[in-house]
């Protein structure tokens, strides 16, 4: 197995809900991440896991909280976000972050294509 | 601060020639480099990777050259196929300090391979 799958594929919410993105790989991957990507722009990364620790959070605002349950599982919970929030959410996951070790790619699921109302 | 630029936007090709795609990048920490190629509505696919201990990488049909003084690199493609047509970014990450890599994307460079 070779994909990373993400659910929804698309999401519509408004300010006052709370909603949650799903991640999932099973290529034995312990980095995952978390990236958002407007239209016309390149992808934005916003969460790092190393090993299911929280290891970069790019200043991202508190109404994106993630999650790492597991090793294969990734989740971000989403609560009181703005229309400037909408935009293309992507996981990546790549096979070992450990130090020294040659740089692994990232593999990327499809999206999550988030519209906030 | 844009650390890693694509200064094309999009670039036109025909079927069977040769695509050149190109990336400036401003950080001389970076040390790793990667090309991904993005479907509307699909995430990006990663196509090929370069370290900066090297100037050349080739998988198939597809060329990674690396200009560390310049700081540049590109992309080849050839022969360039309608299947080719998307965007590409190239992206970049710096020394790995015991973190998981960091990338950084450019722009994008929208590529059409025409008939």
């Known amino acids: 197995d070779t994909e990373v799958t993400q659910t929804p594929k698309h999401l519509v919410m408004g300010m006052t809900n709370k909603k949650s993105l799903k991640c999932e790989q099973h290529m034995g991957h312990r980095a995952m991440y978390w990236y958002k990507q407007k239209a016309k722009k390149p992808p934005e990364l916003m969460f790092v896991?190393?090993?299911?620790?929280?290891?970069i959070n790019e200043s991202v605002p508190s109404r994106f909280s993630p999650e790492c349950p597991n090793s294969s599982l990734l989740n971000l919970h989403l609560h009181a976000l703005q229309p400037e929030d909408s935009a293309l959410y992507l996981c990546?996951?790549?096979?070992?972050?450990?130090?020294?070790?040659?740089?692994?790619?990232?593999?990327f699921g499809p999206g999550t294509r988030l519209t906030v109302l | 601060d844009q650390q890693v630029k694509q200064n094309s936007p999009s670039l036109s090709v025909q079927e069977g020639r040769i695509s050149i795609l190109n990336c400036d990048y401003t950080n001389s920490m970076f040390d790793y480099f990667l090309w991904y190629k993005k479907y509307p509505a699909e995430g990006p696919t990663f196509l090929i990777s370069i370290s900066s201990i090297k100037d050349k990488n080739e998988d198939g049909r597809f060329t990674v050259f690396l200009n560390k003084s310049a700081k540049h690199l590109s992309l080849h493609i050839v022969p360039s196929q309608p299947g080719d047509s998307a965007v590409y970014f190239c992206a970049a990450s710096a020394i790995n300090t015991g973190t998981a890599s960091k990338l950084t994307f450019g722009t994008g460079t929208r590529l059409q391979v025409t008939l």
């Open positions: 990546a996951s790549s096979q070992d972050p450990s130090p020294g070790r040659a740089k692994d790619e990232q593999f």
């Open positions: 896991y190393s090993y299911e620790k929280l290891s």
